[in-house]
């Protein structure tokens, strides 16, 4: 029922029913698929930023990220975040270091508009969703977002980061909205976080995230 090393160290078990169990992450070549580096499934609230660590080993071509937020207050922000250099555990707040343009799609139900937030000159954070944040009332107003980085391992290019906004309400009137947008970072340097927040510090919850390597 077990494969293991000669020491005895278990390296695969197998049960009555033949599900196969893994001592640790299998190690080779999986045909591009994409490996899951950590997920969390559980309720965190009350929070003020959520810290995710990145891998910034060379094994993958990017990182995808899906995660849930909800905020808890009706304040007007942003879903936001920052990443954090590797080199000296600090992360990027400085006022040209998010390089930014997205697109908004919103809707009350009897009318539709669209615009953009465009910041190519840099600015000091990501700015998700150019509409305010829900305020956890129900789940509607919940955020569901994916996240794609890549040239994170500290290439000689400079990282980028695209995402999708899924729908959400916002809390102060009826429209909804989603978002797509990117950010080119301004230096090539390797990130081994990225810190997730509103604009204004308010609190919200996490319900939960599952962070994969795309693998070369």
């Known amino acids: 029922t077990a494969i293991k090393f000669t020491d005895g160290d278990a390296s695969m078990t197998i049960a009555d029913g033949g599900v196969v169990t893994f001592a640790s992450a299998p190690v ?6 994409m490996e899951l580096v950590s997920s969390v499934t559980s309720t965190a609230a009350d929070l003020t930023a ?18 849930n937020l909800r905020g808890e207050t009706a304040s007007n922000a942003y879903w936001s975040a920052t990443m954090r250099n590797a080199a000296d ?3 990027l707040t400085g006022s040209t270091d ?3 343009i997205a697109h908004n799609l919103h809707s009350d139900n009897s009318s539709v508009g669209n615009t953009t937030y465009v910041d190519i000159d840099g600015g000091a954070n990501i700015r998700f969703a150019n509409g305010y944040t829900g305020d956890g ?25 695209g995402w ?6 916002r809390h102060n009137d009826a429209y909804a909205y989603q978002h797509m947008g990117s950010v ?5 340097l ?13 609190e919200f919850s996490n319900y939960g995230y599952t962070l994969y390597k795309v693998k070369n």
């Open 50 to 67: 959520l810290e995710i660590t990145l891998p910034t080993t060379t094994d993958f071509r990017a990182l995808l990220l899906y995660i």
């Open 184 to 188: 080119v970072l301004a230096q090539s």
């Open 137 to 161: 009332s129900d789940d509607y107003e919940t955020g569901f977002a994916e996240i794609l980085m890549t040239n994170t391992q500290g290439t000689a290019r400079f990282p980028r980061i």
């Open 190 to 202: 390797a990130i081994d976080r990225i810190k997730l927040f509103k604009s204004d510090g308010a």
């Open 98 to 100: 998010y390089k930014t």
């Open 89 to 91: 555990s600090a992360y």
């Open 164 to 169: 999708k906004w899924h729908l959400e309400k």
């Open 28 to 33: 080779g070549d999986n045909g591009g698929a």
